[in-house]
């Protein structure tokens, strides 16, 4: 994750946290990850491109993968927005 300064961190503080770990968490792990994973994994498994990317098989494992990386990548979002909070949160 990225490390702010105090006055780029008053810019990101005031859009909110909920805009900060839709941006880190879903937008930038948990979608880009969770489809090259899945791709991947369909890959391993020899599927057909671009056939297989239809199927439901394939539907379910995007889904887990997108699931998974965002819920990491916003528990790491949080994490940076609390350790941003305590640095910088009092005095912005």
Same mark, same amino acid.
């Given at each position: 994750?990225?490390?702010?300064?105090?006055?780029? #961190?008053?810019?990101?503080?005031?859009?909110?946290?909920? &805009?900060f770990?839709?941006?880190?968490?879903?937008?930038?792990?948990?979608?880009?990850?969770?489809?090259?994973?899945?791709? &991947?994994?369909?890959?391993?498994?020899g599927?057909?491109f671009?056939?297989?990317?239809?199927?439901? &098989?394939f539907?379910?494992?995007?889904?887990? &993968?997108?699931?998974?990386?965002?819920?990491?990548?916003?528990?790491?979002a949080?994490?940076? #927005?609390?350790?941003?909070?305590?640095?910088?949160?009092?005095?912005?």
């Open positions: 994750m990225r490390s702010y300064r105090e006055d780029e #961190w008053r810019t990101v503080r005031s859009r909110g946290e909920p &805009a770990l839709f941006r880190h968490g879903f937008l930038g792990r948990g979608l880009p990850l969770g489809v090259l994973t899945a791709v &991947a994994i369909e890959a391993y498994l599927g057909s671009p056939d297989t990317l239809r199927e439901p &098989a539907l379910g494992r995007l889904l887990l &993968a997108v699931a998974v990386f965002t819920v990491s990548g916003s528990l790491a949080h994490a940076n #927005w609390s350790l941003h909070e305590r640095r910088f949160g009092q005095r912005g």
